[in-house]
T-cell receptor
């Protein structure tokens, strides 16, 4: 049973528009969430994180929103750029339990010029 | 080093052979992880080392898989009697151990079993 789900395997967005990537989780013990970005033939790189005491965290063009009651988080990228085209992984863990980091299956984002 | 280093970057092996994959974590990082990603699938946890504690091997898919780490340095992931379903990119990651859950990945070792 997948504890972290990314139901959209792919997403295409026009350059300059907003990209919204979604992630759902089932384990109520998760209280720390991360997004990673992965280019082909490279390892994932950390993008942004949020802890459960917050409902929003912003870093430049990237904003992560957390809705604990719905067990849902989303990553917003605005404005989207062609260089943002990559696979985005959502990950979750219990705070302080790094070994329990659980990843979603990823969403391939394509930003069209 | 500046980042997590993995070798080889690419490996093609015949079914039934053994392979060894190496990971050199970021200097000073006490935690080390192995993940793999098979084609079309997400990141799959394999094993976790934290300092001198017993490793968490709960993600290893079979007894053909094993990993070792000497102290807080290099780790080796060994796959014995490789099968075609072992074809994947094997990612190593490290973490300072005490400061949060962000982990830093290497570029991966791409394994193809033919």
């Amino acid at each position: 049973d997948q504890q972290v789900k990314q139901n959209s395997p792919s997403l295409s967005v026009q350059e300059g528009r907003i990209s919204i990537l979604n992630c759902d989780y089932t384990n109520s013990m998760f209280d720390y969430f991360l997004w990673y970005k992965k280019y082909p033939a490279e390892g994932p790189t950390f993008l942004i994180s949020i802890s459960s005491i917050k409902d929003k965290n912003e870093d430049g063009r990237f904003t992560v929103f957390l809705n604990k009651s719905a067990k849902h988080l989303s990553l917003h990228i605005v404005p989207s750029q062609p260089g943002d085209s990559a696979v985005y992984f959502c990950a979750a863990s219990g705070l302080g339990s790094a070994r329990q980091l659980t990843f979603g299956s990823g969403t391939q984002l394509t930003v069209l010029p | 080093g500046a980042g997590v280093s993995q070798s080889p970057s690419n490996k093609v092996t015949e079914k039934g052979k053994d392979v060894e994959l190496r990971c050199d974590p970021i200097s000073g990082h006490t935690a080390l992880y192995w993940y793999r990603q098979r084609l079309g699938q997400g990141l799959e946890f394999l094993i976790y080392f934290q300092g001198n504690s017993a490793p968490d091997k709960s993600g290893l898919p079979s007894d053909r898989f094993s990993a070792e780490r000497t102290g807080e340095s290099v780790s080796t992931l060994t796959i014995q009697r490789t099968q075609q379903e072992d074809s994947a990119v094997y990612l190593c990651a490290s973490n300072p151990g005490a400061a949060g859950n962000t982990i830093y990945f290497g570029e991966g070792s791409w394994l193809t079993v033919v």
